[in-house]
Every structure is written in structure tokens, then in C-alpha cells.
């Protein structure tokens, strides 16, 4: 399971802060998941309720280097076509680990994630 935990980090001699630090082990819990073989198109799966925050969408952008301010200046945003801010696109890889269990088939190998190349 995709779990969030709380990390002290320390900035340029600044304070240290709480911030959000994401699983990054996709392969800690592969032994728990099923085949391909074992997959039943259609079969309902058990998710984990995630509420996607502003907090989250930030931490996500500083993590891949995306720094447009669609995703962080909100007076920005409120100018664009959108009206106000948004997520990026790629959010959705978060989200699927946040939201699956981690025997979920959705985190074997060959699933697109995190950890996959093109």
C-alpha cells in the first residue's frame, strides 16, 4: 500500500519542515499481487479512498521538476483558460499508487508506473 509519511527535511540552514514523502518501493509487495493470468477483465477492485490537495499537487510538481505556474500561482492560473489551478497530467501515477492496494494487479510489473521506461 502506497503509504505517505511524514519526513523532517532541512533546507539552506532554514527551519526544518513536515513535508509529504510518497512510497517509492513499487516492488516491496510484488510477491502479494496476481498474474497476468490471474487477472478477471471487468472484476471490480477495492480502492483506497485519496483526496488530492493542494499540498500534494506541489509536492508532486517539486518531485518530477515541473515548475510551470499553472500548478502553484493561483492569481496565474485564475487568468488561463482553466480559471484557476490545476494538476498535471501525470498526476494520475500518484493517484494510482495512492489509491490501490498493494496487492492490486494495477501495481505488477508491466503496468505503467513510476518506475517504467519508454
Known amino acids: 500500500m502506497a503509504q505517505a509519511q511524514a519526513s523532517?527535511?532541512?533546507a539552506?540552514?532554514?527551519?526544518?519542515s513536515k513535508?509529504?514523502?510518497f512510497e517509492?518501493?513499487?516492488?516491496k509487495d510484488a510477491n502479494l499481487r496476481k498474474m497476468w493470468d490471474d487477472i478477471v477483465p471487468g472484476e471490480p477492485r477495492k480502492t483506497i479512498p485519496y483526496t488530492l490537495t493542494k499540498e500534494a499537487?506541489?509536492?508532486?510538481?517539486?518531485s518530477v521538476g515541473e515548475t510551470h505556474p499553472l500548478y502553484f500561482d493561483e492569481a496565474y492560473a485564475r487568468t488561463t483558460l482553466y480559471g484557476g489551478l490545476i494538476a498535471p497530467p501525470s498526476i494520475h501515477i500518484l493517484l494510482?499508487?495512492?489509491?490501490?492496494?498493494?496487492?492490486?494487479?494495477?501495481?505488477?510489473p508491466g503496468t505503467v508506473n513510476a518506475g517504467q521506461s519508454w
Not at 12 to 16: D, L
Not at 24 to 27: E, S, V
Not at 57 to 62: G, N, S, V
Open 8 to 10: 523532517e527535511t532541512q
Open 12 to 16: 539552506s540552514g532554514k527551519q526544518a
Open 19 to 21: 513535508t509529504q514523502a
Open 24 to 27: 517509492t518501493d513499487f516492488w
Open 57 to 62: 499537487i506541489e509536492l508532486y510538481c517539486r
Open 96 to 108: 494510482m499508487f495512492s489509491c490501490t492496494l498493494a496487492d492490486d494487479w494495477m501495481r505488477s
